[in-house]
T-cell receptor, first 115, second 115 residues
Framework: GAGVSQSPSNKVTEKGKDVELRCDPISGHTALYWYRQSLGQGLEFLIYFQGNSAPDKSGLPSDRFSAERTGGSVSTLTIQRTQQEDSAVYLC?????????????FGQGTRLTVV | DAKTTQPNSMESNEEEPVHLPCNHSTISGTDYIHWYRQLPSQGPEYVIHGLTSNVNNRMASLAIAEDRKSSTLILHRATLRDAAVYYCILRGSNAGGTSYGKLTFGQGTILTVHP
């Protein structure tokens, strides 16, 4: 399809394990965002890419979280030594970024459960 | 980042208009006003955005105050499918700044539509 694709859709992991979450943005979109949403909560900004660089990493909750983007396309969010409080839905979005045109398209998210 | 303030919740009856307010008193001259909504169990979706003038599209209208310190999203005839969390967001347009293109979500307004 032509939308933002995230994988896996669901992930159950044991506390202390590392996980990788993948986001395939819409082709040609220069901006890519990661958010997380805990049950019943709003969207928490994690990181934002413009091309392959991340001008804003301010939302990453700890040094256990990292993200990269390669080729201006696919992005991976890595959580090391997962904790139970990391359980949430992780959402990715992509967009063009132009002065007057801006619409971010979101994927369906990865539901992460740390047991 | 400039902040927005929205009511926690609002209710409407089906087929009636809904006016969702948003205050953004610290908005800068280059910030665009965006609205997104999140239906249950889905990622957010774009609704509308504007800078100074009122905007209309197939989903909604956006009325922006003359001083730009507030705005109102207008759903002309609410349907049950419009029940969602509505987010009012300011997006920086200063190219090269760290906030350029960044979307920061607040808590939003939970809209309930009664049949």
């Amino acid at each position: 399809g032509a939308g933002v694709s995230q994988s896996p859709s669901n992930k159950v992991t044991e506390k202390g394990k590392d996980v990788e979450l993948r986001c395939d943005p819409i082709s040609g979109h220069t901006a890519l965002y990661w958010y997380r949403q805990s049950l019943g909560q709003g969207l928490e900004f994690l990181i934002y890419f413009q091309g392959n660089s991340a001008p804003d990493k301010s939302g990453l909750p700890s040094d256990r979280f990292s993200a990269e983007r390669t080729g201006g396309s696919v992005s991976t969010l890595t959580i090391q030594r997962t904790q139970q409080e990391d359980s949430a839905v992780y959402l990715c979005a992509s967009s063009f970024v132009r002065l007057s045109y801006f619409e971010a398209f979101f994927g369906q998210g990865t539901r992460l459960t740390v047991v | 980042d400039a902040k927005t303030t929205q009511p926690n919740s609002m209710e409407s009856n089906e087929e009636e208009p809904v006016h969702l307010p948003c205050n953004h008193s610290t908005i800068s001259g280059t910030d665009y006003i965006h609205w997104y909504r999140q239906l249950p169990s889905q990622g957010p979706e774009y609704v509308i955005h504007g800078l100074t003038s009122n905007v209309n599209n197939r989903m909604a209208s956006l009325a922006i105050a003359e001083d730009r310190k507030s705005s109102t999203l207008i759903l002309h005839r609410a349907t049950l499918r419009d029940a969602a969390v509505y987010y009012c967001i300011l997006r920086g347009s200063n190219a090269g700044g760290t906030s350029y293109g960044k979307l920061t979500f607040g808590q939003g307004t939970i809209l309930t539509v009664h049949p």
